[in-house]
């Protein structure tokens, strides 16, 4: 059916709805037998009653209301309008005697308060019951096209009982084809226990899952819980194996909203579940005011990181968002996303590599960003200690490039995206993004842009990062590759770290190295050993673990911030800024330019020692003992490092 003749059979529907209780209540309150004026009376007044009705109806925005998809919110709203327009109605009733003598059709307004009221309570039943009834349909026409293809049912046990638990149920309800079914929910909680919820009973607690599951023959649990920290996830996964039972969860059920929750993407408990924390909570207004309205640039788009921080600005609607990113390839992904869940947004992919300046220029210059997100880098630290030539053009003097061009062009504000590595690194990929937070912060001393950095470890599900080489040699049958038994890293999923990345820009005044909290650090050994238990395998077992040793530039452990940092708390809870003395930025400049000759001559010692020179703390390993080249001099006889 055409939108037209929806809203037109809608329409009519209402418009009947509301002559039909009028005349039933009309016909209620003079038991079925009305008096003959009155009759008239009435009838000349219906229409005018139903156009009243109507347009409060309208204002309230009812008539716009999808009748598949009404909610106990949608009838309360129509309850509100159908009172306003008695409301009004009997205010006229009450008033009409006093002005029948001067106004003469003042008397058609004297409808008996029995017949208004009637009307009322039959205009709301009928009006939401029409809907009810729209739904209820529409509902069984879903369940029958869901049971052609509905899978084999499985006895499941719902954990967690509250709002998150309530609106997955009633979805399972909707949706046969999932073929879960529900024995009862589990929940902690003991106010609920024994309750029937959404016509499902609590039947017990979390420790009782074995007993439940063998009691009702359950094979699976669904985790349900709305906010959910990992702790709580862990713990309910082991009770789940204990009990034989396989567990899931609905990804972002702990970011339920307005009632919404897609089940077709059920799927096992994953790592990332076991190491959530409390859900970042935002400042949103404050966010919003940064970006709403605003032309927004992200460099290294394309990347896990980049490409969350266009999905996160992309929901606060700013002007235009400019995509640069060297890989064509993940540059068209990225795009093609945005596009499609933000197709009001201009998004503007630029295929453009940070170091070539001419290119950077054109961006700057034809789209004016006044938002800018650096997040292009080489991350990868044992590629960078291999390759240490393109690190520094890329993470030292890229940065250069972009973020001069931001203080010329007057953006107001720019945020580097840097690493728990860069605090006294041990490698080439540390120290260049060192080097870049150094800059950035000099430059932030005589810029108008406020420039700030924010600095956070591993990512979960990152390209290259731990977690999917795992996955891979676990689906390969092993070994899994461990480089050290005491191995640590601070671990945050990709949305939560991108959430702190975005509040932090709109707390940045200027000059900030921002430090996220990223919790307590996790043994890498400790992350195998889940992967292979969330897998259906045990370690050492079905899986063997292998110790490969540390290498080239790796840490057994990485720290936030240096003690000579000074760190203070921000207006929120999870975010740090580091305390710095700014460096000189005619030194720090002659010594980038030494590094890109150094670069063009492909000299790699040298570049080492110009890295160890720009950054004091960097220790570097990979050093030979011969003398220094004539470049390297000259480097060394150089005006040194200086701090304001």
């Not at 453009?352 to 960003?369: L, S």
């Not at 890498?524 to 077992?541: F, Q, T, W």
Request: hydrophobic fraction near 45%; charge should be neutral; proline fraction near 5%.
């Amino acid at each position: 059916m055409s939108r037209f003749k929806n809203r037109t059979t809608q329409f009519l529907i209402d418009i009947g709805v509301l002559m039909i209780a009028f005349m039933l209540a009309m016909l209620l309150r003079f038991d079925w037998d009305v008096p003959m004026p009155m009759f008239r009376q009435l009838m000349i007044v219906l229409p005018y009653v139903v156009l009243l009705q109507y347009a409060c109806l309208s204002l309230l925005g009812i008539t716009r209301f999808s009748w598949r998809f009404i909610s106990l919110r949608d009838a309360v709203r129509i309850f509100v309008a159908v009172a306003i327009s008695t409301g009004l109605l009997v205010g006229l009733r009450l008033v009409s005697p006093t002005l029948v003598d001067r106004v003469a059709l003042a008397r058609y307004a004297m409808v008996p308060l029995g017949v208004l009221l009637g009307d009322f309570v039959l205009a709301f039943l009928g009006l939401a019951g029409v809907r009810a009834i729209r739904r209820l349909l529409g509902e069984q026409l879903a369940s029958r096209s869901h049971r052609r293809a509905e899978k084999p049912r499985s006895p499941t046990l719902l954990v967690g009982a509250g709002q998150g638990g309530v609106l997955i149920a009633q979805e399972i309800a909707r949706r046969p084809d999932l073929g879960i079914v529900p024995v009862g929910f589990v929940d902690d909680d003991p106010v609920k226990q024994g309750a029937l919820i959404h016509g499902i009973k609590v039947l017990g607690t979390t420790k009782d899952l074995a007993h439940l599951a063998q009691r009702f023959g359950a094979k699976q649990a669904l985790i349900t819980i709305s906010n959910a920290p990992g702790t709580a996830i862990r713990r309910i996964t082991e009770r789940c194996n204990e009990a034989g039972l396989t567990a899931k969860i609905v990804p972002g059920a702990y970011e339920i909203v307005r009632g919404r929750v897609n089940l077709s993407r059920i799927r096992q408990v994953a790592i990332e579940d076991l190491l959530r924390r409390e859900p970042v909570k935002l400042d949103a207004e404050a966010v919003a005011d940064v970006f709403r309205g605003q032309p927004v640039m992200v460099t290294g788009a394309g990347g896990s990181i980049g490409s969350e921080l266009c999905r996160q600005v992309a929901a606060y609607r700013p002007s235009s968002l400019v995509l640069v990113e060297r890989s064509e390839n993940s540059l068209f992904e990225i795009h093609l996303e945005l596009a499609s869940r933000f197709p009001d947004l201009d998004v503007v992919p630029c295929v453009a590599d940070i170091t070539d300046v001419g290119r950077m220029t054109q961006i700057f210059r034809d789209h004016r960003p006044l938002v800018v997100f650096h997040a292009a880098a080489h991350k990868h630290v044992p590629m960078m200690e291999w390759n240490p030539i393109e690190a520094v053009k890329n993470n030292i003097l890229g940065t250069q490039v972009v973020a001069d061009l931001a203080d010329s062009l007057a953006v107001e504000r720019f945020v580097m995206i840097s690493t728990d590595k860069a605090v006294n690194p041990t490698s080439v990929m540390g120290a260049t993004k060192r080097a870049a937070e150094l800059y950035i912060q000099g430059l932030s001393g005589q810029s108008a842009t406020h420039f700030a950095t924010v600095r956070f470890g591993n990512v979960l599900g990152s390209a290259g990062s731990v977690i999917p080489i795992f996955r891979r040699q676990i689906e390969e049958g092993g070994p899994i590759t461990v480089t050290h038994p005491d191995m640590t890293r601070y671990f945050m999923t990709i949305p939560e770290a991108v959430q702190l990345v975005v509040q932090a820009a709109a707390l940045s005044r200027g000059g900030e190295t921002f430090i996220l909290d990223m919790g307590q650090p996790v043994r890498i050994l400790d992350l195998a050993h889940d992967l292979i238990r969330l897998s259906g395998l045990e370690p050492e077992k079905d899986i063997e673990i292998r110790f490969t040793g540390v290498r080239p530039g790796e840490k057994l452990f990485e720290e936030l911030s240096t003690l000579s940092e000074g760190i203070e708390r921000t207006g929120h809870p999870k975010i740090f800024n580091g305390s710095y003395q700014s460096p000189h930025l005619p030194a720090l400049r002659a010594q980038f330019e030494t590094l890109a000759q150094l670069c063009k001559a492909s000299s790699i010692d040298a570049i080492r020692r110009s890295l160890v020179q720009l950054v004091p703390e960097y220790a570097d390993g990979a050093l030979d003992s011969e003398p220094p080249t004539k470049v390297e001099q000259s480097l060394r006889e150089s005006k040194p490092l200086e701090v304001l």
